[in-house]
């Protein structure tokens, strides 16, 4: 800092952070959030003087992000720069090769498609021989009327059956809901009674559950923007 005897830090890309937030008009004063990576270890800062004598000198990964959540986000996607599909691509070779992916998504306009794929994003649901009709993009077309938070369900149902069959140990989602509660069949009295179906495959994924547990499955959570089955629409 000018005028305090403090030696300027060379770090790259500190004069292209600087130049950014100038232009937002705060200095540095914004965003609030410093996340930083650095072999294997990251965390996140409130201050960038924080976070700047932690990356000093190091081969480390920083960003600042206005949200907590956008910085955990980015850490959780493998702190990677540049664009959208390197970045995915990168974030993902720390995944499981044979890992399973599981979403839904209204995202054609047509009703609630559920999808179910490998780490390349290739469509495996046909492998749970699902009951409802496949797509041409290898997608399941729900019924008129199924919700989107039915079909994540449904789509972790699907993944736990194919992981079951064929001795898959890891599967993601990006349903926090489906993951935390419902696959495990914690499900409100008030749902049960308003969407029966949905109780009863929640019964049948809790089941396909204890059994991919009982194997050594591991059921986790994704980030959205870089799940390969992803169905929506996420941030950059």
């Not at 500190?14 to 937002?24: E, H, I, P, V």
């Not at 914690?186 to 009863?200: G, H, I, M, Q």
Request: net charge positive.
């Amino acid at each position: 800092m000018a005028g305090t005897g403090t030696p300027k830090l060379d770090i790259p890309g500190l004069s292209q952070f600087n130049r950014a937030a100038t232009a937002r008009g705060g200095g540095l004063s914004k965003p609030k959030f410093y996340a930083w990576y650095c072999n294997g270890d990251q965390g996140i800062e409130l201050s960038w003087a924080d976070c700047r004598a932690i990356v000093s000198g190091r081969n480390a990964r920083y960003r600042g992000f206005s949200t907590r959540q956008e910085a955990i986000d980015w850490l959780e996607g493998g702190a990677v720069y540049g664009k959208k599909k390197v970045k995915k691509r990168l974030a993902l070779s720390d995944y499981p090769k044979d890992a399973i992916f599981f979403d839904a998504g209204t995202g054609r306009g047509r009703g609630t498609e559920v999808n179910v794929t490998d780490r390349k994003g290739v469509p495996i649901v046909h492998l749970a021989k699902p009951k409802f009709p496949l797509t041409e993009f290898g997608t399941v077309l729900l019924p008129k009327g199924k919700t989107n938070n039915f079909g994540e369900l449904l789509g972790c149902f699907y993944a736990l059956r194919i992981a079951n069959a064929n001795q898959i140990k890891s599967i993601y989602g990006d349903s926090d809901l489906v993951i935390s509660y419902w696959s495990k069949n914690w499900v409100s009295a008030e749902k049960r009674s308003t969407d029966p179906d949905l109780a009863l495959l929640a019964e049948w994924t809790a089941k396909e559950l204890r059994t991919f547990n009982a194997n050594g499955g591991s059921l986790k959570h994704i980030p959205g923007r870089i799940n390969p089955a992803d169905l929506g629409f996420h941030r950059d």
